[in-house]
Nanobody
Framework: QVQLVESGGGLVQPGGSLRLSCAVSGSSFNRPAMAWYRQAPGKQRELVAGITSGGSTNYLDSVKGRFTISSDNAKNTVYLQMNSLKPEDTAVYYC????????????WGQGTQVTVSE
């Protein structure tokens, strides 16, 4: 069973930085694609950044130039480096893994809270 465990969230002042980590267990191969989503109170969950097994990345327009997604296949971990954080980045951030062709569902982590405030 694939499990995703996020860490690295917390409280940070505007302009600060955080690095989120997503550790993947129960999978002995590179996942087809990984991503970070976020959900703020009263809002829909949105895709923040994604990365494919080939290393291609995509970003939400509002985080381009500030956030960077990366993966360390040796450690089975995906990261989200967040710089120049703004109060509007406050949300629960979720790690996501696209299912392999023979799997029946995608996978989600439990979420980690990021709060950007004075």
């Amino acid at each position: 069973q694939v499990q995703l465990v996020e860490s690295g969230g917390g409280l940070v002042q505007p302009g600060g930085s955080l690095r989120l980590s997503c550790a993947v267990s129960g999978s002995s191969f590179n996942r087809p694609a990984m991503a970070w989503y976020r959900q703020a109170p009263g809002k829909q969950r949105e895709l923040v950044a994604g990365i494919t097994s080939g290393g291609s990345t995509n970003y939400l327009d509002s985080v381009k130039g500030r956030f960077t997604i990366s993966s360390d296949n040796a450690k089975n971990t995906v990261y989200l480096q967040m710089n120049s954080l703004k109060p509007e980045d406050t949300a629960v951030y979720y790690c996501y893994s696209k299912r392999a062709t023979w799997e029946t569902s995608d996978y989600w982590g439990q979420g980690t809270q990021v709060t950007v405030s004075e």
